[in-house]
């Protein structure tokens, strides 16, 4: 940003900056994991060793991933990159997990491209991405004993309630690359989320969240709900997608008394819905 250069992104696209850039945060994220492991100690909190690296990381990141052509550029590494933000971190990581949601989410809004949303889409990343959220959320099958007592070191790989740092930074990137493939016109990856049950996954995240990320995880509801599948309406602007929609009623069942006794009444039909 500072550099004299005013071709300095182009450069950096032209030296192939971006690839390295993904071995970066992995590296960090790997650094990080292995200072957290060398504490056997429950007593002692592992303090972040790379921040000040994550943080030049990122900014470089975030300029050059504005140039469209880096996302043909990462193309070998897209899975390693758009996975690690959905990856689970011990709490000494959590700033690298910030990092790399960011940058997956400004590649959404500058570097997808028709050839991009297909390759994501057959190579079902979307449904993976998914997955591990499920399970960073703890909303999967309960941990067996054994990761039970290893989850209550202070510097374990965070999963569960325990992540629930973690969650916006895993979900935006996720809604984010499903909501911009509608703006470029292409439905795969909304339709991707919604088979990997990623409406029942937002709805189970905001109601476990605490207030503060509850609010954050709503905002994504509108979003994806004034994302076009068939991409045909590109402004965001009208309700397009109404099954997003549902996530908003599922949560009003589960909180509101009468709404709730009223699903029990009529064999789970949602009052809402003809």
């Not at 957290?36 to 972040?48: L, N």
């Not at 000494?92 to 994501?120: D, G, M, Q």
Request: charged fraction near 25%; proline fraction near 6%.
């Amino acid at each position: 940003k500072n550099s004299p250069c005013d071709r300095f992104v182009d450069r950096c696209v032209e030296c192939k900056l971006p690839i390295n850039l993904v071995h970066c945060l992995r590296m960090l994220r790997v650094l990080e994991m292995q200072s957290a492991d060398s504490v056997r100690d429950i007593d002692v909190v592992v303090s972040p060793v790379s921040l000040g690296a994550t943080d030049n990381v990122a900014k470089l990141f975030l300029l050059v991933v504005k140039d469209p052509l880096v996302g043909d550029q990462l193309r070998p590494q897209l899975k390693s990159l758009l996975f690690l933000s959905t990856a689970t971190y011990p709490q000494n990581a959590i700033h690298v997990a910030k990092a790399a949601s960011n940058v997956v989410c400004a590649f959404a809004r500058h570097c997808l491209s028709v050839p991009t949303t297909v390759f994501i889409h057959e190579n079902n990343v979307i449904g993976d991405m998914t997955d591990d959220i499920w399970e960073l959320c703890g909303l999967t099958t309960d941990l067996p004993q054994a990761d039970e007592d290893h989850a209550r070191s202070p510097n374990s790989l965070l999963c569960g309630t325990r992540a629930e740092a973690l969650w916006v930074y895993a979900l935006r990137p996720v809604v984010d690359l499903a909501v911009y493939a509608c703006v470029i016109g292409r439905g795969e990856l909304l339709r991707d989320f919604c088979v990997a049950k990623g409406y029942e996954l937002l709805s189970g995240a905001v109601a476990r969240a605490s207030p503060e990320r509850a609010s954050e995880l709503l905002k994504m509801i509108p979003e994806l709900a004034c994302s076009d599948p068939s991409g045909t309406d590109r402004t965001g602007r009208l309700v397009a997608n109404p099954e997003a929609l549902g996530v908003l009623e599922e949560l009003m069942v589960q909180s509101i008394p009468f709404l709730f006794k009223f699903v029990e009444r009529n064999e789970g039909k949602k009052p809402f819905r003809s």
